[in-house]
């Protein structure tokens, strides 16, 4: 099956004088769609490697798989972050057969050509077998075709050209700022990750991500459980008139509401004990100083579920997470969880940080496994027939809330944008987020 | 008794009570499971590439203490805990049982028992095999059972959660 642009056309249905918006399910079921989406937005966008602090030191260095394809994200003993292919340049072998290290530099252990780690062709055995033709210097580990960060997030596109990746993120910036700015020294990932998968189509992740719709219904026994440990107004946070949604440009899209959870950045619960207040107060007062009021009430006592267009998901809630989502196949989807804290935290409030965080998030939580349920049920649903719509049209005749779709519409706009290579969607439904308060 | 029978003893007895524990949670009794723990418990999971990380330092797939056990267990209990409801089907083999000494963290009079499991899962036309070691630390029992658990630590061997996608199921 090939597709054309009516296909593509006809993928999304977008009147907004009607309030309606649908999706057909085939673009989540499909190979053809898939493949498509592979070249026009996988190789094009920017996609997310990895956080500078996973790379502290010059040597150190993580395998990472970006959109399929195998990167070494190193920090050269130069001091400068890269990024490369991790095949070598002789046969293709992997170079860097290890997760994560330090390395003083890469050797193919099939035939032990030797690159440094800033990518260089330093050692060939028996070298003099080669003709003068070859030439070591045009044969260094291939680097990503662009590489760019943002407050410590790496972003790489295989795209030789394009927009900046500052342009390219738009409206998320200043979401990105506001989780950012919690750390007075920034953010860094803490060891362990949660490597998990999902037999569904990988938007169905993205759209779950940012779905507020789905927390009171599918979360019920979570916020039971919050509600037996004296809390019980947590899922009502979702629905009060402060939790909004908004598209905030070129695909990404936040749910911003009052936390309905205990935070790990000043929002103390009865669960994290009498003992914890002190501390959690003094956090706060501290980003109240630093950040002024408005802003640090925003970091402390509200959430966001960011989405960085294609499939970088920043979470602000009970844990602060980065999870990314891999398609496999159509109907198959690798994620993987990581833990942001801020440098420098006391041990007891990273307890504190990593109960919730574990709690709710990631495959062993007492939530995220009823999402990988909903999504793989929706998967299997849709073989009920091949030619059916999904609904997405909550909020259109409203300022959008969080309970609202409009941040999925978001995402799907962009998505159809980009596979009709017309460029970034209009993104002209609703406001835009008032401008975060800036330090006075 | 001789030192060997001693020993055969001491671990006769911890399997007996590590098979009861299996039978109990393959039965979905979760309830009488959750009442072979201590009050000071601890039920913890550390993260498939970080398998020696103290999940309070760390991020990992678990970390219950007493309350959140309760609250895991009431979730499954629960017909909304859709993941795993309908139950799915399930058996645990424990195997390896291995009581140890001089085992760090280990309190006077508590025994440190380490095991291997293999629990097979079945659930909506999948099946899901998930195994790895088991680290306990068993405190002196009472006339309801031969022991309590203090800790229950399981590091899975798998290196990712693929393709199971959860830990959904109590280990």
Known sequence: MTLDTQDLQD????????????????????????????????????????????????????????????????????????????????????????????????????????????????????????????????????????????RDLWFMSFASEGESLVDYLAGAKEYIDLVADQGRDGLHVLPGTHQYACNANWKLMVENSVDGYHGAPLHHTYFAFLASQGDDDGAKQLRSSEARAYDLGNGHAVVDYPAPFPRPVARWHPIHGDEAKHEIDGIRAELVDRCGEERAHRMAETCRNLLIYPNLLLLDVAGLTLRTVWPVRPDSMELTGYALAPRGESAAQTRRRLEGFNLFLGPGGLATPDDIEALEACQEGFAATAEDYSDMSRGMHRDAATVDELQMRAFWREWQSNMLETGHAAHDEGPRPAPAGVAS | MSA?????????????????????????????????????????????????????????????????????????????????????????????????????????????????????????????????????????????????????RIVLTAEALRPHGTVSIIL
Request: hydrophobic share 40%; glycine share 6%; with cysteine.
């Open chain 2, 4 to 152: 060997v029978a001693e020993a055969l003893l001491s671990r006769l007895a911890v399997e007996e009570f590590l098979f009861h524990e299996a039978a109990l949670l393959d039965a979905w009794q979760l309830e009488d499971w959750l009442a072979l723990f201590t009050e000071d418990c601890r039920y913890s999971i550390p993260a498939t590439d970080l398998p020696d990380g103290d999940p309070r330092e760390t991020l990992g797939l678990v970390d219950d203490d007493r309350p959140r056990l309760r609250g895991r267990v009431e979730r499954l209990s629960s017909a909304k805990a859709y993941r795993e409801f309908p139950w799915s089907r399930t058996t645990r083999m424990v195997s390896n049982v291995r009581v140890l000494e001089d085992a760090p963290d280990t309190l006077p009079g508590d025994l440190a028992v380490a095991a291997t499991f293999a629990v097979w899962r079945y659930r909506n036309g999948d099946e899901q095999v998930l195994v790895g070691a088991l680290e306990y630390r068993l405190a002196p029992g009472d006339d309801a059972a031969a022991f309590r658990i203090r800790s229950k």
């Open chain 1, 11 to 150: 993928a999304v249905v977008d009147d907004r004088e009607r309030g309606i918006f649908r999706v057909k399910r085939t673009t989540m079921t499909t190979d053809a769609m898939w493949q498509l989406e592979r070249k026009r937005i996988f190789d094009r966008c920017w996609l997310y490697v990895g956080h500078d602090s996973e790379i502290a030191e010059p040597g150190d260095f993580v395998r990472r798989k970006v959109a399929g394809r195998p990167l070494v994200f190193v920090r050269g003993r130069d001091g400068e972050v890269r990024a490369f292919f991790n095949s070598c340049t002789h046969r293709g072998a992997r170079v860097c057969r290890q997760d994560k290290g330090n390395a003083k530099s890469f050797q193919c252990f099939y035939h032990a050509w030797t690159f440094s780690t800033e990518g260089k062709l330093v050692g060939i055995p028996d070298k003099e077998g080669y003709s003068p033709g070859l030439d070591p210097s045009e044969l260094g580990l291939r680097p990503v075709p662009r590489l760019s960060c943002y």
